[in-house]
């Protein structure tokens, strides 16, 4: 018999350490519906069936990975194309927002045209601590990196003035505010005593219920994917 405290916890503990037994023993007598053991032997996956699966959870870039007449889909299920590849974007337009009066101008814009595009760049994922180091904004297809503090060693905003400048926007109903990545809007925001109201669209979001099987749904990820474009180094706005 085992003494002492750990016989002691053995015995309180005996039922459990019973059950725990059963639940991963094999069950050997269960009667099976087949002539010879050889039937058991595995003997590759059903190809047919897994495309019924894939399909039905819209696992498309799993699809074609199986052989030819397996996977042979109509038009409606095949993967989708990316239209946007190969599409001429206007860098032109990017530039570095340094000044307050700038960034009223394109508060206005935003205001007028009920719609804000934001993204937001942290010291951390950890919205509850992080620093506001950047932001980016995009109002009819002019778009801004608004600097932050003199972390960036050149031009830039204070982050009182920049937040008390959203603030009528992103605590606004009428102004959709569309993101790649809301929830660190949102939770960069909150944190600096702002309710964020209308987050209408998230790209993170979109790309996984397009693209479920895929395993990257970041900004970065989704321009390769559909542009084929690299992410915009930030050095130069910086």
Do not use: W
Not at 115 to 141: K, M, P, R, Y
Request: glycine share 8%.
């Amino acid at each position: 018999k085992v003494k002492g405290k750990l016989g002691e916890s053995l015995v309180a503990e005996a039922d459990n350490a019973r059950l725990s037994r059963r639940l991963v023993e094999l069950v050997s007598d269960v009667e099976l519906d087949i002539q010879s053991i050889d039937e058991l032997k595995y003997t590759g996956p059903d190809k047919a069936k897994l495309r019924e699966i894939y399909v039905e959870l819209e696992f498309r870039r799993l699809v074609p990975k199986l052989d030819e007449t397996a996977a042979a889909a109509t038009p409606d299920e095949e993967a989708p194309s990316t239209p946007l590849a190969g599409l001429e974007l206007d860098r032109s337009r990017l530039r570095a927002l340094t000044a307050a009066a700038e960034l009223e101008k394109v508060c206005a814009a935003a205001k007028k045209a009920g719609e804000l595009f934001i993204v937001v760049e942290l010291s951390s994922n950890h919205t509850i601590d992080a620093d506001l180091f950047g932001g980016g904004l995009s109002v009819d297809e002019e778009s801004v990196y608004i600097p932050v503090g003199d972390a960036h060693g050149g031009g830039h905003l204070e982050e009182s003035v920049i937040v008390e400048a959203l603030r009528p926007l992103l605590e606004s109903e009428d102004v959709r505010l569309i993101s790649p990545e809301s929830k660190m809007v949102y939770g960069a925001f909150v944190q600096r005593g702002v309710q964020v109201r209308n987050l209408a669209f998230d790209g993170t979001i979109a790309s996984y219920l397009l693209e479920p099987d895929e395993t990257q749904h970041g900004a970065t990820a989704v321009a390769k994917r559909y542009y084929g474009y690299s992410a915009l180094e930030r050095a130069p706005l910086l």
